[in-house]
């Protein structure tokens, strides 16, 4: 089952995080979604920060992407084989789970080859079909000895385990044949190669003993006297008796080869957090059906994907609260499932779903005052470290209740989850508010970025910043970084308008710097105080007062 995630927008602020976590914890108390998991796709604010430590919260988990990677569909029990394997336990495997590919590692646990069912004919039938090579095989005595499950007689050490060139001779042939064969062996040289396959025939045995042969394999559990045993003890010839016919056990020694001369050694992995969007297009044309997926950290092996799993992949679910715009929320928005928006901001944007949801849009102050009521109507309470996040994002959008934005809706919330949290509405707006000021100690980029959000609005690219202060007193000091940070993001993002507003929570005012299209700037409603800067008396909620601002000054412009 891929994860369910509540997750805000990006440069999320307290409200973003708050109902995040808010919703997740409502989504599993009722039973809807058990396993729903709060997000963020960004930083959290000191502000934040100072609430969850006082909730005794975690963070909710960061997330980019919320596109399905490779990771999330990859079936992790996977068949695989060793390179040390042989072809027999390579085809047992392969069949009992009906597949006709598995990758291949080594020793180590390193994926190093694909095995294709196609590869392992080569192990049976060499391409050669002239001279000794038909009857050759590179085996270890170890392995074939497994293989048929053999015993080893009159051996003094363990069957070796490197793979050497093996010369199958059966002597089904007369005796006279056998000696004259294994004579030319000697002549050419390679009569220590030589296996000799026999059944009862003590004359046959004794001639591959005296010749020098590499090995003895005794066939149908045929007896062996203490004789020949002993004789081939003293010439260094093992001795190997199995339960098969002579025709069998000559077949099976060729299952006896390792999968590693036969494993295709180039092939194709995908990284574990590769989209599947990407690999689809990727993969369709490669001559490879099964790709195994590897962790690009440790670069072990951590599941498989075939071809097939790529055609209509599951998606990752989500619920969005404190917006509803493709271009504010978490990159991959598009590729998952949306199914729930719970928002208290304008419509716009693209949002597109295939079926049907559940869409909960009002102009409230706060989209945690959605939340605390969800929570209400089915007469349930959040527990008292909710109950606070909810009251924190309430009073962080409200200005506890003070902005234009309030509704009595707040009002009643806020009444209701600070009784279940146990704290003073005022008091803690007080003490919120005097956590991290960032005019202080934040750099540009965190100012600019800690509560971001782009629009666009008639074909125009704007990017809104706030900061909230208790005073404006450190405004004037870094008015010139500050500027200057708001170029470089104007032009880092191709927008055609961007603002920052610095808001004093206490005084009911904002200082408001704006760079971008000179038509547009020009028709800002505020006291203009220089080329960019901005006096805006009353202006505290970027939702109900900034944005509308622009909006006009656009259409003003046009």
């Not at 006297?225 to 081939?232: Q, V």
């Not at 928002?343 to 716009?348: P, Q, S, V």
Request: charged letters at 20%.
């Amino acid at each position: 089952m891929l994860p369910f995630y509540v997750i805000g927008h990006k440069n999320p602020d307290t409200d973003a995080i708050c109902s995040a976590l808010g919703y997740a914890a409502l989504l599993r108390a009722v039973g809807e979604e058990p396993g729903a998991l709060a997000a963020r796709c960004g930083e959290i604010s000191q502000r934040t920060a100072w609430v969850l430590d006082r909730a005794g919260l975690e963070a909710p988990h960061l997330l980019n992407d919320v596109r399905v990677n490779a990771s999330m569909i990859c079936k992790r029990e996977v068949i695989k084989v060793n390179v040390s394997d042989t072809f027999l336990t390579a085809y047992q495997l392969m069949d009992a789970a009906d597949i006709r590919c598995v990758p291949v590692e080594d020793e180590a646990g390193n994926l190093c080859g694909i095995l294709r069912y196609f590869d392992l004919l080569k192990l049976l039938l060499p391409a050669d079909t002239e001279g000794l090579s038909v009857r050759t095989a590179h085996v270890s005595l170890a392995k074939l000895a497994d293989t048929l499950q053999a015993e080893s007689l009159g051996a003094l050490l363990p069957l070796p385990e490197f793979e050497e060139d093996i010369i199958m001779l059966v002597g089904a042939s007369s005796q006279v044949t056998v000696d004259k064969r294994l004579k030319m062996a000697i002549e050419e040289g390679n009569v220590g190669k030589f296996l000799v396959i026999c059944g009862d025939r003590p004359i046959v045995q004794r001639y591959a003993i005296d010749h020098g042969a590499r090995a003895l394999l005794v066939t149908g559990d045929n007896p062996i006297s203490g004789e020949i045993l002993a004789h081939a003890v003293s010439r260094g010839v093992v001795v190997l008796r199995c339960h098969q016919d002579t025709a069998s056990a000559s077949t099976l020694i060729r299952c006896s080869r390792t999968v590693r001369h036969v494993m295709g050694k180039k092939f194709i992995t995908v990284g574990a957090t590769e989209p599947v969007t990407s690999l689809r297009k990727s993969l369709a044309a490669a001559d490879q059906d099964l790709f195994p997926v590897v962790d690009q950290t440790s670069g072990k092996m951590v599941g498989v994907i075939a071809k097939s799993d790529l055609v209509d992949p599951a998606r990752i679910r989500v619920a969005l609260v404190d917006h509803n715009e493709y271009a504010q929320a978490v990159n991959g928005i598009e590729e998952a499932e949306i199914t729930q928006v719970i928002d208290h901001h304008r419509l716009a944007g693209d949002l597109v779903t295939r079926e049907p949801i559940r869409y909960l849009n009002e102009p409230v102050g706060s989209t945690c005052t959605l939340v605390g009521r969800k929570f209400f109507y089915r007469g349930m309470s959040p527990t008292p470290s909710i109950a606070l996040c909810l009251c924190a994002g309430i009073v962080s959008d409200t200005l506890c209740l003070t902005s234009p934005t309030t509704t009595p809706l707040d009002h009643e919330m806020l009444t209701w989850l600070s009784g279940v949290a146990g704290v003073e509405p005022k008091q803690f707006t007080d003490e919120f508010f005097a956590v991290g000021s960032l005019m202080a100690n934040g750099t540009p980029d965190e100012i600019l970025n800690a509560d971001r959000k782009s629009f666009t609005e008639q074909g125009l690219s704007v990017s809104i910043s706030q900061v909230e202060e208790r005073d404006l007193v450190g405004f004037s000091a870094r008015r010139e970084e500050l500027e200057s940070g708001l170029r470089e993001l104007f032009h880092a993002g191709n927008y055609d308008l961007a603002l920052l507003a610095v808001t004093d929570v206490a005084l009911h005012h904002s200082m408001v710097l704006a760079v971008g299209d000179e038509g547009v700037t020009s028709k800002i409603p505020w006291q203009k105080m220089d080329e960019t800067l901005f006096h805006a008396p009353g202006v505290v909620s970027r939702k109900r007062q900034i944005f509308p601002a622009v909006c006009q000054a656009i259409q003003q412009s046009r």
